[in-house]
């Protein structure tokens, strides 16, 4: 049995982190962008936190309109899709841009001068790969939503979409947005783009397992009185399966 009022709280914080999203590509990614011409849709963690967005802009029709979605079953699949993309790539965009802060750093690539470490700190970066982070992890704890291990390969395309976005930038403009992806630099790119790759596989399964043990410690709560209270209220309709994407 679903408890509506709950379901509604969690909804309004997957409802604020849309409108935050939303904010954040108008602001930052159109309007910052054409005044000051800044990064736009360059790098990967920009479409990682427009993901972001959109699968919490779903998930929040799901938690706070439950009976009205739950007609719409392509549309939960989407959403699953969403989501199970959602985590992998922003796990990768997250920790490369802080291995690139410690290991790799590219002030001058990124901003045009040589600010090591503020133009990391800058309060957009921090969004992309710290708040994106925060957000997720709350949801994982509160929500319901699974990652499938047959979603896996929508990661792939999502990162195989946006290395042709990068070829098709520097063929274009001459710059490509990472130096390390650059193609001027010869077969050196060539490592990086495989370990990009293998890192979005690598933190796909990492994702499902974290997920997998949340969902097993809750089943394991049934009967023990170990399931979380809020594990119960974020379920779309119990009566067509579609709970789990709410």
């Known amino acids: 049995m679903l408890h509506p009022p709950l379901s509604h709280v969690l909804g309004t914080g997957?409802?604020?982190?849309?409108?935050?999203?939303l904010f954040f590509v108008l602001y930052h990614l159109c309007y910052e962008n054409i005044i000051h011409r800044t990064d736009g849709l360059e790098y990967l963690s920009d479409w990682t936190f427009i993901s972001l967005g959109v699968t919490f802009g779903f998930l929040t029709a799901y938690s706070l309109s439950p009976n009205t979605m739950s007609g719409y079953p392509a549309t939960a699949t989407f959403t699953r899709i969403a989501h199970s993309t959602t985590w992998p790539t922003n796990v990768v965009s997250t920790t490369g841009a802080w291995y690139s802060f410690v290991f790799?750093?590219?002030?001058?690539?990124?901003?045009?001068?040589?600010?090591?470490?503020?133009?990391?700190?800058?309060?957009?970066?921090?969004?992309?790969h710290g708040l994106n982070m925060v957000i997720l992890f709350l949801d994982w704890n509160f929500g319901k939503v699974p990652i499938k291990r047959g979603d896996f390969g929508y990661s792939l395309l999502f990162l195989g979409t946006y290395s042709a976005w990068t070829m098709y930038l520097q063929f274009h403009t001459g710059k490509c947005p990472?130096?390390?992806?650059?193609?001027?630099?010869?077969?050196?790119?060539?490592?990086w783009f495989n370990a990009a790759f293998v890192g979005v596989s690598g933190a796909f399964f990492l994702s499902k397992y974290l997920f997998d043990r949340r969902d097993l410690k809750r089943e394991e709560g049934v009967g023990g009185a170990v399931l979380p209270v809020h594990a119960k209220y974020d379920a779309v309709g119990e009566r067509d399966n579609t709970d789990e994407y709410e």
Do not use: I
């Open 14 to 21: 997957r409802a604020c982190t849309f409108v935050f999203a």
């Open 178 to 191: 990472y130096v390390m992806f650059d193609f001027d630099s010869g077969w050196a790119s060539v490592p």
């Open 104 to 128: 790799f750093p590219q002030c001058f690539a990124l901003e045009g001068v040589d600010n090591y470490p503020w133009c990391y700190l800058e309060w957009y970066r921090l969004c992309e």
